[in-house]
């Protein structure tokens, strides 16, 4: 499906520009010299963390998409290690000071804790995890992400997956999306930083 999408439409569909939670939030990366972008897509996220200084991997299952990221970040003028990657073929004991997963959604309630495992184990400890997604509000506001209930999360969903780690932020809110062609129009957001216990 991601293929197509990418395959079919205008360049960066996204847009270019990070997600919100990241121009918003830039504290997240204070300290990490290393990171990982899971389902990247078009690179905007993982180029945005190159141009503060990090050693950026990424990867997303659409070699159109890893394509158009490389390409961003050579107008950036940083370096990427961008890979073509199924989510359950990547090599998940890798570890990273930061792990960020942003609207990853499409996976639903009987995959989400092998999601989150992997995401755990992905982050080094003393490192940061970011999960970025939609709350059950997004179905109504149709602006976005998996028109799918079950795949939305609830605070108290991630506060129940992650509360062993120190929770630096957890917040449901809503917004004007303005991400490329694709996010456009308020939308129903959750935030969760968290750090792995050292």
Request: glycine share 8%.
């Amino acid at each position: 499906m991601w293929e197509d999408r990418y395959s079919s439409d205008d360049r960066y569909l996204f847009g270019t520009e990070p997600a919100h939670v990241l121009r918003e939030n830039p504290w997240i990366a204070n300290g990490a010299s290393t990171a990982l972008c899971v389902a990247d897509g078009e690179g905007r996220n993982s180029v945005s963390l190159a141009r503060q200084g990090l050693d950026v991997t990424s990867f997303d299952l659409s070699p159109t998409a890893i394509g158009r990221a490389n390409d961003l970040a050579t107008t950036a003028g940083v370096s990427i290690d961008a890979s073509v990657s199924q989510w359950d073929e990547w090599d998940w004991s890798r570890r990273f000071d930061l792990t960020v997963a942003i609207f990853v959604q499409y996976t639903g309630p009987d995959q989400r804790p092998q999601q989150f495992a992997d995401l755990r184990s992905a982050t080094k400890p003393g490192g940061r995890l970011m999960l970025h997604g939609f709350t059950l509000q997004q179905i109504e506001y149709g602006t976005g992400g998996p028109p799918v209930a079950e795949n939305m999360y609830t605070e108290e969903m991630l506060a129940d997956a992650f509360g062993d780690w120190n929770i630096l932020r957890l917040a449901a809110y809503d917004r004007i999306q303005d991400s490329g062609n694709a996010h456009v129009g308020r939308a129903a957001l959750i935030d969760l930083v968290a750090e792995r216990p050292a």
